[in-house]
């Protein structure tokens, strides 16, 4: 007995430890947020102002993060990189996850041939290296913030597609979508009023991971070149040209890339906190 | 068994056709079509041999005949030539594929090696220090960008240490050296790359072992074995881990696309004249031909790869085939 209460106690330490790191991510993603809202009042430069005699200097006070390769200040660069970062993230995710209800939704509810054939996509995009095929798309659009979104949007959709449909699945089975469907409920009423609300606790814990996984993404076309293009700063352009003067200049890589893993951390941590606060079943 | 590898043969055919279609299709996203694209190549390609190049393409017929002229040449490996510099894009793929595959199957084999072992000690020693540390591990892992820990590695160890080589695969003074120096200086320059395609890897594997394992020892059997009165290691690592390893089956060939897609940024951070580097340089000169004769095989290769984890997994689990 007394074994199994010092367990549980354990437990209890661990689960309030989870929900301290789910506290840190969230205390993460807000502080990113108020840095890209309130950039221009908090960068303490131009983040295009070139200064031709500071090149690639150091981290010094008056260059916190230091100057990239025309005299510009990194830490400026970073806090206007951090809303390139966040509108790719929520505006690719929220395309994602849009498309990936209705398909879901349809093919849960409907069953059948519908299913099947929105399964066969779903299949048929999981074969297909997202990164290898996001690069062939970038190759015949032109590369731009917009069409990086869209083109994340329309790789991404397939996790959630699938956890709506497995919601669907149980869901429909229930006693209240019966009685919705004897009292004459439309079927999109069904989908949209009755079944989906009951379903979007999974969907809410994969939009929250999936936009850590856009933030890198972007910055991995970023760095590659074909994601935002210059001059408008983003932390993977930022890292690209770090990997340039990598020889001479450490804090061009450094930072960047830190702000990235800090970002797509808090992500992470926050996405893991929604699930354990929406179904302390799934806790391990 | 045989009805089951049946069935999932045919399942493969739908998934082949779409694969080449949507390759299709975004192949004629372009303006114009790749005709008018290679034409991007020779501005002053006269309207004859315009006309001559489009006829090639078979850009004069209607979409659905291209699309079938298009996927007849896909099955016989005929990819067309590059239109940067006229050759074969089979040639092209061939000469770089081992590279990739290489690197690709050396980092699996690490992530195998290392993050089996830490899945199964988190799970046997759960809430252990081990344990918290992993679960601290995976989450950096997940979101630790691939190219910064690249360049972390390069300052670290190329830079400032100066203990490996920071780019390519082999030394320029490679020739003078004997065999076996050849081979330690191409080890040397993997280490790195290897590493690095690992890293992602390591954090998903761990974890997905761990609550394979935590599942397994939840079971009625295990706490048979136990109160039959066997050994801890009896129990954990004969009945629990034989049946926790099952699913890494299906997980290995899930994981395939990230571990290929991943050798594009690594290919290109680390300099390695690979299939990911190919196809970088591909987008970057709008290379239509080059960048779908990497994009299709890729993908079909992905195909094959979750086609033989799932008969490997029904081969392990007779209940998969039954299903």
């Known amino acids: 007995m007394s074994n199994s209460t010092t367990l549980s106690a354990q437990q209890t330490y661990y689960h309030l430890k989870r929900n301290w790191l789910a506290f840190g991510g969230g205390l993460l993603v807000l502080s990113v947020f108020l840095v890209a809202i ?60 849009l ?17 099947s ?75 949209f009023k009755h079944i989906l ?26 760095f590659l070149g074909l994601g935002v293009q210059p001059p408008t700063p983003s932390w993977g352009s930022l890292l690209s040209s770090g990997k340039d003067n990598i020889e001479i200049a450490w804090w061009l890589s450094a930072f960047p890339g830190l702000a990235i893993l800090i970002t797509v951390l808090g992500y992470n941590l926050l996405g893991e906190g929604i699930r354990d606060a929406l179904d302390p079943r799934q806790r391990e | 068994m045989f009805l089951y590898s049946i069935k999932r043969t045919l399942l493969m055919i739908p998934i082949l056709l779409g694969i080449t279609l949507l390759s299709f299709s975004i192949m004629h996203l372009a303006p114009g079509g790749p005709a008018e694209a290679q034409m991007e190549f020779s501005a002053k390609a006269s309207a004859e041999a315009r ?28 990819f067309g030539d590059a239109f940067a510099d006229g050759r074969k894009v089979k040639d092209k793929i061939l000469e770089r594929l081992p590279i990739t595959l290489a690197i690709n199957l050396l980092s699996l084999g690490l992530v195998l090696l290392i993050a089996l072992p830490i899945g199964i000690m988190s799970a046997t020693h759960q809430y252990s220090v081990l344990d918290r540390f992993t679960t601290i591990f995976v989450f950096v892992g997940y979101s630790m960008p691939s190219f910064w820990l690249a360049l972390l590695l390069i300052y670290l160890l190329g830079v400032q240490w100066g203990v490996l080589p920071i780019s390519g695969i082999q030394s320029l003074d490679v020739t003078g050296l004997t065999a076996w120096g ?30 394979n394992m935590l599942e397994v020892m939840r079971q009625d059997y295990v706490r048979t074995a136990r109160a039959k009165g066997l050994s801890e290691n ?23 696309p990230g571990i290929i897609g991943g050798s594009v940024i690594m290919e290109t951070v680390f300099g390695i004249p690979g299939m990911g580097q190919l196809l970088y340089q591909a987008v970057f000169s709008r290379d239509y031909n080059l960048a779908m004769g990497i994009l299709v095989p890729a993908a079909v290769l992905t195909m094959l790869g979750n086609f033989l984890a799932d008969i490997g997994y029904a081969l392990a689990d007779p209940r998969v085939r039954l299903r």
């Open chain 2, 182 to 211: 050849r081979l330690m200086d191409k080890a040397e320059h993997l280490i790195m790359p290897v590493f690095v395609s690992a890293f992602g890897g390591l954090a998903g594997f761990s974890r997905y072992m761990r609550n």
């Open chain 1, 117 to 191: 054939a929105i399964m066969r996509a779903v299949d048929i995009m999981l074969s297909i290296p997202t990164i290898f095929l996001i690069l062939a798309i970038i190759a015949i659009l032109e590369p731009s913030i917009i069409n990086i979104m869209v083109v994340i949007g329309l790789t991404s959709w397939m996790e959630p597609a699938r956890l709506v449909r497995a919601e669907f699945i149980s869901i429909k089975e229930r006693e209240f979508v019966t009685a919705a469907h004897a009292l004459g409920a439309s079927d999109s009423r069904i989908i």
């Open chain 2, 234 to 256: 009896v129990v954990i690592y004969k009945h629990a881990l034989r049946n926790a390893l099952m699913p890494v089956i299906t997980i290995l060939g899930l994981s395939l």
């Open chain 1, 38 to 97: 309130f950039a221009p009042l908090i960068a303490p430069y131009d983040p295009s102002q070139i200064d031709i005699k500071n090149i690639l200097v150091g981290p010094s006070s008056q260059h916190p993060f230091g100057t990239d390769e025309l005299g510009r200040d990194v830490l400026s660069r970073m806090i206007w990189g951090s809303r390139v970062s966040l509108q790719v993230g929520f505006v690719a995710i929220g395309i994602a996850t």
């Open chain 1, 197 to 222: 609300p009951n379903g979007l606790s999974p969907i809410l814990v994969s939009a929250t991971m999936g936009i850590g996984g856009a933030v890198l993404v972007e910055s991995a076309l970023s």
């Open chain 1, 99 to 115: 498309i990936g209800i209705l398909l879901g939704a349809i093919s849960g509810f409907y069953g059948g041939y519908i299913d």
């Open chain 2, 51 to 78: 006309e001559r190049l489009r006829k090639l393409y078979g850009a004069d017929q209607p979409v659905h005949k291209q699309y079938l002229t298009w996927l007849t040449k896909f099955v016989t490996l005929d």
